[in-house]
């Protein structure tokens, strides 16, 4: 595997606006873009902090991922993205290592990343995302 940095930490929350609120007013960030993937059901901000991002997560869907994991678990960490160079052989890589995938296959993302999802029975509890800018 061939990890340049952690590319962004996905926080899941109820309320994006009051999240964005926290992050800016308490901790001195600046939410830098806000967008929705329709196809993840889910409206995400973005801040900045060194190399790597924050990602808060709001679900734009009761059927929604986010929705699903805040009721199994609260609000709060959700997934740690690490960004790789050549996802498909990243993904064909851990797949022979036995890391059971989510996505066999690239998707895009937020912020134009092609991403893909490791599963947290394969990651010891930690939903991994592999993305790749291109």
């Given at each position: ?5 952690i ?9 994006l ?8 007013n308490?901790l001195?960030?600046k939410c830098?873009r806000i ?12 801040f900045?902090?060194g ?6 997560l ?10 699903k994991f ?5 609000e709060?960490?959700?997934h ?6 050549n ?10 290592k ?28 930690v939903?991994?995302e592999?993305?790749?800018?291109r």
């Amino acid at each position: 595997m061939e990890i340049s940095h952690i590319e962004h930490i996905g926080i899941a929350v109820a309320d994006l606006e009051g999240a964005i609120a926290f992050y800016e007013n308490t901790l001195g960030l600046k939410c830098y873009r806000i967008e929705e993937v329709s196809d993840q059901k889910v409206k995400t901000a973005f801040f900045q902090v060194g190399q790597t991002k924050i990602e808060l997560l709001e679900s734009t869907a009761a059927d929604g991922p986010i929705t699903k994991f805040i009721d199994k678990k609260g609000e709060g960490l959700h997934h740690l993205a690490f960004a790789v160079k050549n996802i498909e052989k990243q993904l064909e890589e851990v797949s022979a290592k036995g890391v059971q995938l989510i996505d066999s296959k690239p998707r895009k993302g937020a912020e134009g990343l092609d991403i893909a999802f490791l599963h947290p029975k394969s990651t010891r509890g930690v939903l991994t995302e592999l993305c790749e800018k291109r």
